[in-house]
């Protein structure tokens, strides 16, 4: 509409169009028809009379000016703009001042003129850099879709705490429990050890195994075990701590078990767990990536929620452990977990009819599975029998092994 | 002056980033590397314009780039996504280092008489060479590309997302996820702004004279289009 309206005022200018045409192009800058060309070349005194008059149309133009200047105009601002310079000395004068200076800032580079030169070096400069930044922060060799998802996570938390080189006192924020950054990584180093050594790896902490209770329950050595590691790693410097965190989990991923879903299909018993290695790997991923975004959250800094393959496999697991734990004659309820890793599941018996559906999203899943949501404040959707959902929400979030 | 940031919440439900951007981010973050070749696919060229423009020297600008994708693929939680686009984001920190680098190469003076315009009319193999002794006075290009850095951020993010990127307010607007008034606003601001810098500079012209010409401010036309 304004663009009629324009050129319709446009049409008796014809003549001062091809007259400020001179004006134009100060530098290599002319090319295809861009706004600005005749623009501000208010030439030969346009007869200062009809569209001076316009007061509105001067507030818009002004308004619009700068953008166009720039060639960020829209096509149909152009004419509306240019009709109006013609007969305004003031916004002509403007426009001219404007354009000098896009014409210094955004006017040809340097060696722009070349690229199609170049561009026979565009591969190669891209292969460059591919090659720069694996060497500076590298990728795994191949890995079977089980131990993805702990790649990603550790990708993620080293990540991120490479951004704690600058300030080495941010190590010390407190995260979870009574652990710092540092504590917090100590703990993980413990984790992580119980499945580096199940499946050959060396320690990586000089902390001593306790001799405590050997035979006590599982629980108890870990409690005591991951005790141990927290304080032994708060002797040495965090670097350190880093290292041996970065050496066992990058161990772990490569170890013939992480590429290989043959051999990594046997089960074992972690943790009161007995899974096979390949969900012990999906375990670590999602211990990894909980603990990340604690790290993420004392420091301030947004954790994305793991990628969507690895977050499927993840809700996969924890559903099966989530089953295992309600047995099988709970009363059976859908759960139906929703966003790209979602699914539908039946847990509990299945031998009768559906007793209540219950829907939760992805991400929040995980966190109740991982304790960091109480059933209280998840968000959910829930029909049929409220006592039956609300056992499957608190058997989930007691689940909490982290 | 009236340019000051005036930032505003969106009044839409619009995000204030492309959607792209936060898919981008979580891959890059959990290490996948062809995240990056994609960023790179898609924002490499205006990145290397950028450069390109402040340090006038092709193999400066293409270290810059590689600094910068490098940076985002090593530092992946500094481009969280909400804090601008990560074109703007990009784009601006080629142009904060090219800067850096010119300051870095200053001091090894060399001729007093900077020729501004001696960039852009150094024939090929010329521009390679004619870094350094281009750098003791500052020529008005570069003075433009400093305040340009000064200015508040919501400025700069729509100036350059118009000037080296060749988006138009339209598509500013939605990348930024303001009004297109607001960004109107913006660019008129930061335009104006910058206009001034260089009338209080003096504005020694570069030899080559004072204002040219009125007329066509062509931004966008290099690698800014392409650069998708």
Same mark, same amino acid.
């Given at each position: 509409?304004?663009?009629?309206?324009?050129?319709?005022?446009?049409?008796?200018?014809?003549?001062?169009?091809?007259?400020?045409?001179?004006?134009?192009?100060?530098?290599?800058?002319?090319?295809?028809?861009?706004?600005?060309?005749?623009?501000?070349?208010?030439?030969?005194?346009? &007869?200062?009379?009809?569209?001076? $008059?316009?007061?509105?149309?001067?507030?818009? @133009?002004?308004?619009?000016?700068?953008?166009?200047?720039?060639?960020?105009?829209?096509?149909?601002?152009?004419?509306?703009?240019?009709?109006?310079?013609?007969?305004?000395?003031?916004?002509?004068?403007?426009?001219?001042?404007?354009?000098?200076?896009?014409?210094?800032?955004?006017?040809?580079?340097?060696?722009?003129?070349?690229?199609?030169?170049?561009?026979?070096?565009?591969?190669? $400069?891209?292969?460059?850099?591919?090659?720069?930044?694996?060497?500076?922060?590298?990728?795994?060799?191949?890995?079977?879709?089980?131990?993805?998802?702990?790649?990603?996570?550790?990708?993620?938390?080293?990540?991120?705490?490479?951004?704690?080189?600058?300030?080495?006192?941010?190590?010390?924020?407190?995260?979870?429990?009574?652990?710092?950054?540092?504590?917090? +990584?100590?703990?993980?180093?413990?984790?992580?050890?119980?499945?580096?050594?199940?499946?050959?790896?060396?320690?990586?902490?000089?902390?001593?195994?306790?001799?405590?209770? $050997?035979?006590?329950?599982?629980?108890?050595?870990?409690?005591?075990?991951? #005790?141990?590691?927290?304080?032994?790693?708060?002797?040495?410097?965090?670097?350190?701590?880093?290292?041996?965190?970065? &050496?066992?989990?990058?161990? +772990?991923?490569?170890?013939?078990?992480?590429?290989?879903?043959?051999?990594?299909?046997? $089960?074992?018993?972690?943790?009161?767990?007995?899974?096979?290695?390949?969900?012990?790997?999906?375990?670590?991923?999602?211990?990894?990536? @909980?603990? &990340?975004?604690?790290?993420?959250?004392?420091?301030?800094?947004?954790?994305?929620?793991?990628?969507?393959?690895?977050?499927?496999?993840?809700?996969?697991?924890?559903?099966?452990? +989530? #089953?295992?734990?309600?047995?099988?004659?709970?009363?059976?309820?859908? +759960?139906?977990?929703?966003?790209?890793?979602?699914?539908?599941?039946?847990?509990?018996?299945?031998?009768?009819?559906?007793?209540?559906?219950?829907?939760?999203?992805?991400?929040?899943?995980?966190?109740?599975?991982?304790?960091?949501?109480?059933?209280?404040?998840?968000?959910?959707?829930?029909?049929?029998?409220?006592?039956?959902?609300?056992? @499957?929400?608190?058997?989930?979030?007691?689940?909490?092994?982290? | 002056? *009236?340019?000051?940031?005036?930032?505003?919440?969106? %009044?839409?439900?619009?995000?204030?980033?492309?959607?792209?951007?936060?898919?981008?981010?979580?891959?890059?973050?959990?290490?996948?590397?062809?995240?990056?070749?994609?960023?790179?696919?898609?924002?490499?060229?205006? %990145?290397?314009?950028?450069?390109?423009?402040?340090? /006038?020297?092709?193999?400066?600008?293409?270290?810059?780039?590689?600094?910068?994708?490098?940076?985002?693929?090593?530092?992946?939680? *500094?481009? %969280?996504?909400?804090?601008?686009?990560?074109?703007?984001?990009?784009?601006?920190?080629?142009?904060?280092?090219?800067?850096?680098?010119?300051?870095?190469?200053?001091?090894?003076?060399?001729?007093?008489?900077?020729?501004?315009?001696?960039?852009?009319?150094?024939?090929?193999?010329?521009?390679?060479?004619?870094?350094?002794?281009?750098?003791?006075?500052?020529?008005?290009?570069?003075?433009?590309?400093?305040?340009?850095?000064?200015?508040?951020?919501?400025?700069?993010?729509?100036?350059?997302?118009?000037?080296?990127?060749?988006?138009?307010?339209?598509?500013?607007?939605?990348?930024? /996820?303001?009004?297109?008034?607001?960004?109107?606003?913006?660019?008129?601001?930061?335009?104006?702004?910058?206009?001034?810098?260089?009338?209080?500079?003096?504005?020694?012209?570069?030899?080559?004279?004072?204002?040219?010409?009125?007329?066509?401010?062509?931004?966008?036309?290099?690698?800014?289009?392409?650069?998708?």
């Amino acid at each position: 509409m304004t663009a009629d309206e324009g050129s319709g005022e446009h049409g008796p200018k014809g003549p001062d169009e091809s007259g400020s045409a001179h004006g134009e192009d100060g530098g290599g800058a002319g090319a295809q028809g861009t706004p600005a060309e005749s623009g501000a070349g208010s030439g030969p005194g346009r &007869t200062a009379g009809h569209e001076a $008059a316009d007061e509105a149309g001067h507030e818009e @133009v002004s308004r619009l000016l700068a953008a166009w200047a720039l060639g960020a105009a829209m096509p149909g601002d152009d004419a509306r703009v240019r009709a109006h310079l013609a007969g305004c000395r003031p916004c002509a004068a403007e426009a001219e001042r404007l354009a000098a200076t896009v014409r210094l800032l955004a006017g040809p580079a340097g060696g722009t003129a070349k690229s199609p030169a170049r561009k026979g070096n565009a591969g190669l $400069a891209r292969g460059r850099l591919m090659a720069s930044a694996r060497a500076a922060r590298p990728g795994h060799g191949p890995l079977a879709a089980h131990a993805a998802p702990y790649s990603g996570a550790v990708a993620g938390l080293e990540a991120l705490l490479r951004e704690l080189d600058d300030s080495p006192a941010r190590w010390g924020t407190p995260v979870v429990h009574d652990w710092d950054v540092q504590g917090t +990584l100590a703990h993980l180093i413990a984790a992580d050890e119980v499945l580096a050594e199940r499946l050959g790896l060396a320690p990586v902490t000089g902390a001593r195994p306790s001799s405590a209770g $050997a035979g006590a329950p599982w629980e108890l050595r870990w409690v005591a075990r991951t #005790d141990e590691v927290v304080a032994y790693e708060h002797t040495r410097p965090t670097a350190e701590t880093f290292e041996a965190w970065r &050496t066992q989990a990058h161990g +772990l991923l490569a170890l013939p078990e992480s590429a290989d879903e043959q051999l990594a299909a046997a $089960a074992t018993t972690l943790m009161g767990l007995r899974l096979p290695v390949a969900d012990h790997y999906v375990i670590r991923a999602f211990e990894t990536w @909980v603990h &990340t975004r604690d790290i993420g959250r004392a420091l301030g800094v947004t954790v994305p929620p793991p990628l969507p393959t690895h977050l499927q496999r993840m809700v996969g697991l924890a559903v099966r452990i +989530l #089953d295992l734990a309600l047995g099988p004659m709970a009363r059976p309820v859908l +759960l139906s977990v929703e966003g790209e890793a979602g699914g539908d599941w039946v847990l509990g018996s299945d031998a009768e009819p559906i007793a209540a559906e219950l829907v939760l999203e992805a991400v929040d899943f995980c966190l109740l599975v991982g304790g960091r949501l109480e059933p209280g404040e998840i968000p959910r959707g829930h029909a049929g029998d409220a006592v039956a959902s609300q056992r @499957v929400l608190e058997t989930a979030a007691s689940l909490a092994w982290l | 002056m *009236a340019s000051h940031t005036h930032e505003v919440v969106p %009044v839409d439900g619009t995000t204030r980033y492309p959607p792209r951007d936060e898919q981008l981010h979580r891959r890059l973050v959990y290490g996948d590397e062809s995240a990056l070749g994609e960023a790179y696919d898609a924002f490499g060229g205006l %990145v290397r314009s950028v450069a390109l423009r402040v340090s /006038g020297n092709v193999p400066a600008a293409e270290e810059i780039t590689r600094e910068v994708f490098t940076y985002l693929w090593v530092c992946p939680y *500094a481009f %969280v996504p909400g804090r601008g686009s990560l074109r703007t984001r990009l784009s601006m920190l080629a142009h904060r280092r090219a800067l850096t680098r010119v300051r870095a190469a200053e001091p090894e003076a060399g001729a007093a008489d900077a020729r501004p315009d001696a960039a852009d009319a150094g024939s090929g193999a010329a521009e390679v060479n004619h870094a350094a002794p281009e750098r003791a006075v500052p020529t008005p290009e570069l003075r433009l590309h400093r305040a340009l850095a000064a200015l508040p951020l919501p400025q700069q993010e729509a100036t350059h997302l118009a000037c080296f990127a060749g988006r138009n307010y339209r598509q500013i607007a939605v990348e930024l /996820g303001i009004p297109e008034d607001m960004a109107r606003f913006r660019l008129r601001s930061a335009l104006r702004g910058l206009t001034d810098r260089l009338a209080e500079a003096g504005h020694p012209g570069g030899p080559a004279g004072p204002p040219e010409p009125p007329g066509p401010a062509r931004p966008g036309q290099s690698g800014g289009r392409s650069a998708g």
